[in-house]
């Protein structure tokens, strides 16, 4: 993107008219203390375009590529997958790259039919019977769930499972702070259920839990749905690793009501934090409280097959005071790759895939285990786990980094709050993980905590 610099003239016409004296009064509302006073230091005041590429060159050379040499093992929300060379090529075509939103359905056709099959494709996942036209990602998903599930029993309290991703918990906290939800946060826990169980009443509008969730662990959530059903209240379901659902029950035959999903897995590699894609699924009943969008399938007056917006509860299509929500398809592209890469894979590839998967996570997990004092927490999971080390997490991991190898999260880096997690690892297995990856992460772990021992005995 090329910078063109405003001239004086033209900042003074902006400010005119938005009536103000000056570029400081746009800046009134933020507080002192946080706003920056004069250059960053290091930064020039001005460079070249050319000095400036080579700027970010130089920063990017310094990352530690897992796309090209360096093993991976790190997930918690964003998962390093295959995405074929078939995806891109198609999503680049100058039809789908250049289409905007929808708001003139008789010339978007191809849109709304790739929508509709993406909206087909995430309603299969789940298990749910109408799912929406792609929301931002994963956590703004999971927020507008608990929105929506306060709109449909009209309560205002929602409970958090402790085991729901901290980075989606803070997000759904934010969102409800400013929209006068009563959120109660239930503290982080692998294990957490019969302390979830006991805070669900009829006062209770729903109740977020991930699956499988933050620690790694696989669930039954059909009692749990039960019990919410029993009070009146609605069982949202978290699924922040997509290619799981290739192998697990779907929620929605386990009795949610909403499921939210990240589906960067799937069509969508890592990009230094995205973009993403988020999935939302309800039952048919709740359809009219969805966010978002719902392309449809008709036909025209000749009888063609033909789509169409069937549904768009937000403010620039209804009242205001009616909308749901001011969401839109903003990750259309990376829905679009989505639902190529799951239309590649199809339903026998994409359990093929969701197997490979898990059994690259059992090798990893009973290689860990070998490794003296490593003890793996979960008694089920994906393709993800939780390891407890006899040393603490961060220091290992930064020297496993340091020696070429992106060795999990230490679990202590998202709750630094609970110190008894601080030798916790969190380390995933996907299908680009090899057998020379998790040998090679196996031995430098072993003597990475052999290593830091031997510091703290010195």
Known sequence: MRYLPHTPEDRREMLRVVGVDT??????????????????????????EYEVESVFQAFATRNTRPARVTPCFIGAGAYWHHVPSSVDHIIQRGEFLTSYTPYQPEVSQGTLQYLFEFQTQVALLTGMDVANASMYDGSTATAEAV????RVTRRSKAIIA??????YRDVVETQARLTGIEVELLEPAAGDEAALTAEIDNTISCVVVQN???????????????????????????????????????????????????????GVPLNFGGPYVGLFACRDKYVRQMPGRLAGETVDADGNRGWVLTLSTREQHIRREKATSNICTNSGLCALAFSVHLSLLGEVGMTQLAEVNHAKAVQLADALASVEGVEVVNTGFFNEFTVKLPVAAAPVVEWLAENKILGGLPISRLLP????????LLVAATERVTDDHIKHFTNALGTAIAADGAANAA
């Open 212 to 266: 499988p969730d933050f620690f790694g662990e696989v669930r039954d959530l059909t009692a749990l749905a039960e019990r919410c059903h029993e009070n009146g209240a609605l069982l949202v379901v978290v699924v922040t690793e997509v290619v799981s659902l290739g192998l697990m029950t779907p929620p929605g035959e386990m009795g949610a009501d909403i499921v939210v999903c990240e589906g960067q897995s799937i």
């Open 23 to 48: 570029v400081e009064d746009l800046f009134t509302d933020v507080p002192d203390n946080a706003r920056l006073e004069g250059p960053i230091e290091g930064l020039s005041y001005k460079m070249g």
């Open 417 to 424: 709050q609970q110190g008894e997690m601080e030798n916790l």
């Open 147 to 150: 929105l929506m599930a306060n």
């Open 162 to 167: 402790g085991n729901l991703h901290p980075h």
